[in-house]
């Protein structure tokens, strides 16, 4: 592949492979192609722009050249819900944008970072479960580093990014930042700090939200996480339910 680069580092433990492109559709795509071919836990993918960036739920994730971090990582856990891989995963996204820059993020369950009410990273954990259990877990992550020169288009109402103007070299730092902390809380992902400080960044706390569970429909006021990371709502007649998947929309669906 022309202008495809590979490294080494130290990561999760042992000597792990990177690889960096300058475009492709997905991260995720290729990276759960390479799982299927065997590929080894611990190997990361780069792009510098995604054609068909994935989010959650079906939708994209815009990923244009020079502003973004775009990547995936292929994991290979025992007997982990994927759930705990996101919320560690958002952890240390947080903990890299505080050591890297200063900013406080906060984390709108499950999967998405915030700065200044906009979205500034979103998290996709894709796996395979297989009879014998998770086969593999392939976590990808988006951050909106800069500004895009052409501004985010339509979807300027929710994204943000961490800076406005660009800056030599920080995207390396924070991708470095953001696998050294994620491999460290990957060590012990039931480690209940991990959750305590997850919910301590909770952008939804107190908010009333449409919450989407199947066909149902909802409003509530967010109340807290449990300890399997599923979001507490009140429902309107005061019943207090747990969502371990869905989504949740705020008043004016940011
Ligand atoms: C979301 O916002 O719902 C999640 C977005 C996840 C985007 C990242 S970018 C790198 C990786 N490759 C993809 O196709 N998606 C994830």
Redesign the pocket.
């Given at each position: 592949m022309k202008n495809f680069k590979e490294k080494i580092i130290s990561f999760l433990g042992r000597d792990c492979r990177i690889e960096t492109v300058p475009l492709i559709d997905?991260?995720?795509?290729a990276v759960k192609d390479l799982a299927e071919q065997g590929a080894p836990e611990g190997l990361v993918f780069f792009?510098e722009e995604?054609t068909?960036?994935?989010?959650?739920?079906g939708?994209s994730?815009f990923?244009p050249p020079g502003s973004g971090l775009?990547?995936?990582v292929l994991l290979r856990p025992k007997d982990t819900d994927p759930l705990k891989i996101t919320v560690a995963a958002g952890v240390a996204v947080a903990r890299a944008v505080q050591e890297t820059l200063g900013l406080e993020l906060q984390i709108k369950w499950v999967?998405?970072l915030y700065f200044k009410n906009k979205?500034v990273c979103?998290?996709?954990a894709e796996g395979l479960v297989s009879e014998e259990g998770l086969e593999y877990c392939v976590l990808?992550?988006?951050v909106n580093v800069f500004a895009p020169r052409a501004g985010f288009g339509e979807l300027d109402v929710i994204a943000g990014a961490l800076l406005e103007e660009p800056r030599d070299g920080l995207r390396a730092k924070l991708a470095a930042a953001i696998l050294n902390h994620f491999s460290a809380l990957y060590e012990n992902l039931e480690d209940p700090a991990i959750l305590q400080e997850y919910r301590g960044r909770s952008y939804l706390q107190g908010k009333t939200v449409t919450a989407l569970r199947g066909n149902e429909r909802f409003r509530a006021m967010v109340v807290g996480i449990d300890d399997t990371a599923a979001l507490l709502l009140k429902r309107e007649n005061g019943q207090v339910v747990a969502l371990s998947s869905g989504e949740v929309q705020l008043e004016d669906y940011r």
């Amino acid at each position: 592949m022309k202008n495809f680069k590979e490294k080494i580092i130290s990561f999760l433990g042992r000597d792990c492979r990177i690889e960096t492109v300058p475009l492709i559709d997905s991260t995720n795509r290729a990276v759960k192609d390479l799982a299927e071919q065997g590929a080894p836990e611990g190997l990361v993918f780069f792009a510098e722009e995604q054609t068909a960036g994935r989010g959650r739920m079906g939708r994209s994730f815009f990923s244009p050249p020079g502003s973004g971090l775009y990547f995936s990582v292929l994991l290979r856990p025992k007997d982990t819900d994927p759930l705990k891989i996101t919320v560690a995963a958002g952890v240390a996204v947080a903990r890299a944008v505080q050591e890297t820059l200063g900013l406080e993020l906060q984390i709108k369950w499950v999967n998405d970072l915030y700065f200044k009410n906009k979205k500034v990273c979103g998290i996709l954990a894709e796996g395979l479960v297989s009879e014998e259990g998770l086969e593999y877990c392939v976590l990808g992550v988006g951050v909106n580093v800069f500004a895009p020169r052409a501004g985010f288009g339509e979807l300027d109402v929710i994204a943000g990014a961490l800076l406005e103007e660009p800056r030599d070299g920080l995207r390396a730092k924070l991708a470095a930042a953001i696998l050294n902390h994620f491999s460290a809380l990957y060590e012990n992902l039931e480690d209940p700090a991990i959750l305590q400080e997850y919910r301590g960044r909770s952008y939804l706390q107190g908010k009333t939200v449409t919450a989407l569970r199947g066909n149902e429909r909802f409003r509530a006021m967010v109340v807290g996480i449990d300890d399997t990371a599923a979001l507490l709502l009140k429902r309107e007649n005061g019943q207090v339910v747990a969502l371990s998947s869905g989504e949740v929309q705020l008043e004016d669906y940011r």
